[in-house]
């Protein structure tokens, strides 16, 4: 992809301000040596493997889903002129408004680059005047590379990219990269209105796995249930994105939400990822019973309200069977 868009601030911290001022910058000339820095730093940086975060919307199942920072992402890229120039003053601001007095100035680029119908829509922010040096100019801002990739690399604080093309389904997942804290509410949630996010099969299977743990957890058969429940309505129910806090919220009584809450780390309560239900099934698997007189039993959960019952605490069920199995004591 080519460098074909990009733009440059001076970011200060406002936060509380009520009357923010736009920061100083504006378009920037590309020249070959800054093409080739940020292109050679796109790749050395590796964010597009980085950590995976989403856009946040209020109902991801609804059909105009809207967010701001997306909007502007959008103008930025497929824009003209005046968009264009519009959306990158308001990232500006944006993130200026997000940072308070333990921020430092960042130096802020707003790049784009594009292949065919394809864009890439990168932000970045580094110390001011280490390894770029900026100036305001009377068209709008100039950046002059001043020092080697490696350190340039070095100074990088944060970034993050979104890549697609124009079309309402495109530009809700990028990648991120953050520095400067191991905290994710300044640069991802305050700036950039986005949740961490994960792949869809992996976030499935942690899901399955939380669940297991907390079932196994509860220690009263309303806390069971519920949890069992909601294995049993997520299975059924037209989702697709989703949270552990979503899924707890959305699935479970006060006692097992929070039980599964406890269970799964307070930084993935938020993440979001794309529910998998084959996964979720596979993952999932059997739901096992001790009975009274240490008979162990085991189940699909899709035959659980089938041909297995379970009526006041007792384990009902009658079919034809299949296959016979001798297995001995301990064995394997």
């Given at each position: 992809m080519?460098?074909?868009?990009?733009f440059a601030?001076?970011?200060?911290?406002?936060?509380?301000?009520e009357?923010p001022?736009?920061p100083k910058?504006?378009?920037?000339?590309?020249?070959?040596?800054?093409?080739?820095?940020?292109?050679e730093?796109?790749?050395?940086?590796?964010?597009t493997?980085?950590?995976?975060?989403?856009?946040?919307?209020?109902?991801?199942?609804h059909?105009?889903?809207?967010?701001?920072?997306?909007?502007?992402?959008?103008?930025?890229?497929?824009?003209?002129?005046?968009?264009?120039?519009?959306s990158s003053?308001?990232?500006?601001?944006?993130?200026?408004?997000?940072?308070?007095?333990?921020s430092?100035?960042?130096l802020?680029?707003?790049?784009?680059?594009?292949?065919?119908?394809?864009?890439?829509?990168?932000f970045w922010?580094?110390?001011?005047?280490?390894?770029?040096?900026f100036?305001?100019?009377?068209?709008?801002?100039?950046?002059?590379?001043?020092?080697?990739?490696?350190?340039?690399?070095?100074?990088?604080?944060?970034a993050?990219?979104?890549?697609?093309?124009n079309?309402?389904?495109?530009?809700?997942?990028?990648?991120?990269?953050?520095?400067?804290?191991?905290?994710?509410?300044?640069?991802?949630?305050?700036?950039?209105?986005?949740?961490?996010?994960?792949?869809?099969?992996?976030?499935?299977?942690?899901?399955?796995e939380?669940?297991?743990?907390?079932?196994?957890k509860?220690?009263t058969?309303?806390?069971?249930?519920s949890?069992?429940?909601?294995?049993?309505?997520v299975?059924?129910?037209?989702?697709?994105?989703?949270?552990?806090l979503?899924?707890?919220?959305?699935?479970?009584?006060d006692?097992?939400?929070?039980?599964?809450?406890?269970?799964?780390?307070?930084?993935?309560?938020?993440?979001?990822?794309?529910?998998?239900?084959?996964?979720?099934?596979?993952?999932?698997?059997?739901?096992?019973?001790?009975?009274q007189?240490?008979?162990?039993l085991?189940?699909?959960?899709?035959?659980?309200?089938?041909?297995?019952?379970?009526?006041?605490?007792?384990?009902e069920?009658?079919?034809?069977?299949?296959?016979?199995?001798l297995?001995?004591?301990?064995?394997?």
């Amino acid at each position: 992809m080519t460098l074909t868009r990009l733009f440059a601030y001076e970011v200060f911290p406002q936060k509380k301000q009520e009357e923010p001022a736009k920061p100083k910058g504006g378009k920037i000339t590309i020249s070959n040596s800054l093409r080739r820095t940020l292109t050679e730093l796109l790749s050395s940086s590796q964010l597009t493997n980085q950590s995976p975060i989403a856009f946040h919307v209020d109902d991801p199942r609804h059909e105009q889903k809207q967010n701001d920072v997306r909007k502007l992402v959008m103008q930025f890229a497929f824009g003209n002129t005046l968009p264009i120039k519009h959306s990158s003053e308001a990232l500006a601001l944006r993130l200026s408004s997000v940072m308070d007095g333990r921020s430092k100035p960042f130096l802020f680029l707003v790049s784009a680059f594009s292949e065919n119908d394809s864009v890439r829509v990168v932000f970045w922010a580094f110390p001011k005047d280490e390894g770029l040096k900026f100036e305001i100019t009377n068209t709008g801002a100039q950046v002059e590379v001043i020092s080697d990739i490696f350190n340039i690399s070095s100074t990088l604080r944060k970034a993050a990219i979104f890549e697609g093309v124009n079309s309402t389904d495109s530009f809700w997942e990028g990648r991120m990269i953050d520095f400067q804290s191991g905290r994710t509410d300044l640069w991802v949630e305050d700036f950039l209105q986005c949740r961490l996010s994960t792949s869809g099969v992996y976030g499935t299977q942690l899901l399955a796995e939380y669940l297991a743990d907390a079932y196994k957890k509860a220690d009263t058969s309303e806390s069971r249930e519920s949890i069992f429940n909601a294995i049993v309505a997520v299975r059924t129910r037209p989702i697709r994105r989703i949270s552990h806090l979503r899924f707890a919220n959305d699935y479970l009584n006060d006692d097992a939400k929070s039980i599964f809450l406890a269970t799964v780390p307070e930084e993935e309560h938020q993440v979001l990822f794309d529910f998998d239900r084959d996964e979720f099934e596979a993952k999932i698997g059997f739901r096992a019973f001790k009975m009274q007189d240490d008979v162990y039993l085991s189940a699909p959960f899709g035959v659980i309200g089938e041909s297995v019952k379970i009526v006041a605490n007792r384990l009902e069920y009658v079919g034809e069977i299949n296959k016979e199995y001798l297995r001995a004591s301990g064995g394997r």
